[in-house]
T-cell receptor, first 115, second 113 residues
Framework: DGGITQSPKYLFRKEGQNVTLSCEQN?????MYWYRQDPGQGLRLIYY???????QKGDIAEGYSVSREKKESFPLTVTSAQKNPTAFYLC??????????????FGSGTRLTVV | KQEVTQIPAALSVPEGENLVLNCSFT??????LQWFRQDPGKGLTSLLL?????REQTSGRLNASLDKSSGRSTLYIAASQPGDSATYLC????????????FGTGTRLTIIP
């Protein structure tokens, strides 16, 4: 089955720690995205990548970092500089950057909690 | 800046009824509009994608319409079932120079058996 796998499903972080969220896709999609979802708010774009070794900041990139060393993988690191990291994080992919004719595929999400 | 609004935030209807969910956007220069479904604690499932040149799309009991000039889209669900209970999100992609989705905050739908 083709799809996007996010791990772990739940993650707890102590204040001051960096944590990395995994996102892997076997859809052969070129573009990948990271979104953050908070209660009562729409999804907000953190980072996106169109091709390997290239990525762009989204609307709320501060305190986050990404890499795209392989087409299949787009890990997100939540750094200690992110002031309010507790949220639900969603990874997505699309055939091309616009995701137009083919739409977007989302992973099942990682819930990050700072303790 | 594109803003997407979904009203109401929550809706409860008896099983079997037809219903309409609303989505409005401020910038009519959109490339496409998509409707997604999200179950509690889960990711998003794509339901329908409407290109800017289209007026509507249908999939099973779902029909989505688009009126770009008025900045509105509706998602019509026929013969609602308890399994339709979820949060429904709409998202738009702008026409030029902005290859990303702007999401609404969603409508939480509950179908009462």
């Amino acid at each position: 089955d083709g799809g996007i796998t996010q791990s772990p499903k739940y993650l707890f972080r102590k204040e001051g720690q960096n944590v990395t969220l995994s996102c892997e896709q076997n859809l052969n999609h070129d573009a990948m995205y990271w979104y953050r979802q908070d209660p009562g708010q729409g999804l907000r774009l953190i980072y996106y990548s169109q091709i390997v070794n290239d990525f762009q900041k989204g609307d709320i990139a501060e305190g986050y970092s990404v890499s795209r060393e392989k087409k299949e993988s787009f890990p997100l690191t939540v750094t200690s500089a992110q002031k309010n990291p507790t949220a639900f994080y969603l990874c997505a992919s699309s055939m091309n950057l616009r995701g137009t004719d083919y739409g977007y595929t989302f992973g099942s999400g990682t819930r990050l909690t700072v303790v | 800046k594109q803003e997407v609004t979904q009203i109401p935030a929550a809706l409860s209807v008896p099983e079997g009824e037809n219903l309409v969910l609303n989505c409005s956007f401020t910038d009519s220069a959109i490339y496409n509009l998509q409707w997604f479904r999200q179950d509690p604690g889960k990711g998003l499932t794509s339901l329908l994608l409407i290109q800017s040149s289209q007026r509507e799309q249908t999939s099973g009991r779902l029909n989505a319409s688009l009126d770009k000039s008025s900045g509105r889209s509706t998602l019509y669900i026929a013969a609602s079932q308890p399994g339709d209970s979820a949060t429904y999100l709409c998202a738009v992609e702008l026409n030029f120079g902005n290859e990303k989705l702007t999401f609404g905050t969603g409508t939480r739908l509950t179908i009462i058996p």
